[in-house]
């Protein structure tokens, strides 16, 4: 099993950006997948989930409106689209999924939101 988290960056307060993780090494589609975020000091939050095939979703109420998780099943991929973004968004963004009780990590995306 293989993650691979990309798109982060510094942004100014309300700019956006899109994350994307490409999955390898299990059936991508059968499976949730989340993001998760850690701000420095802070332990890792849960941030957005999505479901296998039906993709519905779920977001933490600090993001809700304004971050929108999606999948492309095609590519085994899975993004996070994030505007309004606030310096309080800034963190390693990390993509995740949960197979046979074990969690697995991408490597993490640095997003910084800073004027």
């Known amino acids: 099993v293989q993650l691979v988290d990309t798109g982060g960056g510094l942004v100014r307060p309300g700019g956006s950006l899109t994350l994307s993780c490409v999955a390898s090494?299990?059936?991508?589609?059968?499976?949730?997948m989340n993001w998760y975020r850690q701000a420095p000091g802070k332990e890792r939050e849960l941030v957005a989930t999505i479901s296998t095939t039906m993709g519905s979703t779920n977001y933490a109420d600090s993001v809700k409106g304004r971050f929108t998780i999606s999948r492309d099943n095609a590519k085994n991929r899975v993004y996070l689209q994030m505007n309004s973004l606030k310096p309080e968004d800034t963190g390693v963004y990390y993509c995740?999924?949960?197979?046979?009780?074990?969690?697995?990590w991408g490597q993490g995306t640095q997003v910084t939101v800073s004027s």
């Open positions: 090494g299990f059936t991508f589609s059968r499976y949730v």
């Open positions: 995740n999924t949960n197979i046979g009780r074990r969690d697995y």
